[in-house]
């Protein structure tokens, strides 16, 4: 009889093919945003052999195949198909065996059969989540007028500090980005340190250009703005700029609005923006955020419930007068019922709902597929909300089967 599913250990297949159970789990980095999965293969089963000798031999063959560094694959009858695979490739530090518990044996049949367990894992990063856990960019710009400031000298300054933090073992010196001075700038200064474990680097630039007249827009007098990058756990970065500029209110607010357009896209979605002038003054103050949709995460939560009802038997009880009810059964059978609902939430469309998890043969309602939102953010949207529910309904209890999860739906 030709298994339909073959397992290998490395190059080694191990028949017939053990039990094999399949455990994934998010690992995350100290700030709380998540760096990848955890997966652990717990296989078990059993050797048999007619022989001391065969036996022997048995045992030996699967003590070299389970080794740290090789990959594990469940693949189908034919031996080409894979089904699963703990890949050795893209794995942090490999494939490893975290436990081995083989091989052992009770009673008379000690001779003729091993009873056998091990535990595989690796882990598996997501994209760039090696790179950092943690980085931020704050950069000022500032003018500096002399003193005739309608026309004269106009000194320009851009500071850039940042910082970034990366998981121990990886450089952070060594993942600083590259960067270079604006067109027309120069470094003035720079300055890179990093703390004794070089997980941690704090960097700052200064670039500054000088030129005639008014540099920063005629009828702008002074100002200055600082511009900013974050990212939260569920992976959503925003942008952030806010600053203040003097001098004639049309200039001044023509010269925020082109800060504001250079930044602005339709994958820079702007969430708010103020600007107020400071009482008895001609300084303009100005703050704008936007979401930055192109390197965010779109799916931003995912849910779903299954429940099961199992057909069982139903019974009558005979209540005769004056003695005990008596329960007499079966006189008919329920049917089993299943039913799946859930709930996806993404940033820039809506999320298609999860399949069903059984034949549409065996809807017992029409699916429902709800869609809400998305809630609007400035001139743009986002949060859009996918829901659905499929009711079964069978003769005999299916076999169960469990939720979709985020990334799998």
């Not at 998540?34 to 030996?60: F, H, M, N, Y």
């Not at 007098?221 to 209110?249: I, P």
């Not at 993404?346 to 999860?354: E, I, N, Q, R, V």
Request: proline share 5%.
């Amino acid at each position: 009889m030709t298994a339909s599913i073959r397992f290998f250990a490395g190059a080694t297949e191990i028949a017939p093919c053990p039990l094999v159970v399949i455990r994934k789990e998010r690992f995350s980095n100290a700030d709380g945003t998540e760096r990848g999965w955890r997966i652990a293969w717990d296989v078990s089963g059993t050797l048999r052999a007619d022989s001391q000798a065969a036996l022997k031999a048995a045992v030996d063959a699967l003590e070299a195949a389970f080794v740290s560094g090789a990959a594990h694959t469940l693949k189908s009858a034919d031996g080409k198909t894979a089904l699963a695979e703990l890949a050795q490739s893209g794995a942090v530090e490999g494939t490893r065996v975290a436990a081995r518990n083989f091989p052992k044996g009770d009673g008379v049949e000690w001779w003729r059969k091993r009873e056998w367990s091990a535990t595989v894992e690796a882990r598996y990063l997501d994209a760039s989540a090696n790179d950092t856990y943690e980085d931020s960019v704050a950069t000022a710009y500032a003018t500096d007028m002399a003193e005739n400031i309608n026309g004269g000298e106009v000194r320009t300054t851009i500071t850039v500090n940042g910082s970034l933090r990366t998981p121990r073992g990886i450089s952070a010196l060594g993942k600083k980005p590259a960067t270079s001075p604006p067109v027309g700038y120069y470094v003035r200064e720079s300055s890179h340190n990093t703390n004794a474990t070089d997980t941690a680097l704090a960097s700052s630039y200064i670039y500054a250009r000088r030129v005639d007249g008014a540099a920063s827009g005629a009828g702008v007098w002074e100002g200055r703005y600082t511009k900013t990058a974050s990212r939260d756990a569920r992976n959503q970065w925003t942008t952030t700029v806010s600053g203040s500029f003097a001098g004639d209110a049309a200039a001044v607010q023509s010269w925020i609005q082109g800060i504001l357009d250079g930044i602005t896209s339709p994958t820079m979605i702007m969430l708010a923006y103020s600007l107020a002038q400071v009482e008895y003054t001609k300084t303009w103050q100005f703050s704008a955020t936007w979401l930055d949709a192109a390197n965010s995460r779109n799916l931003i939560e995912f849910t779903e419930t299954v429940t099961h009802a199992d057909a069982m038997a139903e019974c009558v009880f005979h209540r005769p007068v004056g003695g005990t009810p008596v329960k007499e059964w079966p006189v008919g059978y329920t049917t089993a019922l299943c039913a799946q609902w859930g709930r996806a939430r993404a940033l820039s469309a809506f999320p298609a709902p999860a399949l069903p998890l059984y034949n549409a043969s065996h809807y017992a309602a029409r699916p429902e597929i709800s869609h809400a939102g998305p809630e609007a953010a400035g001139d743009a949207y986002r949060y859009y909300e996918t829901t659905w529910r499929y009711t079964f309904e069978f003769a005999a209890t299916p076999a169960r089967i469990v939720p979709h999860y985020a990334g799998n739906p």
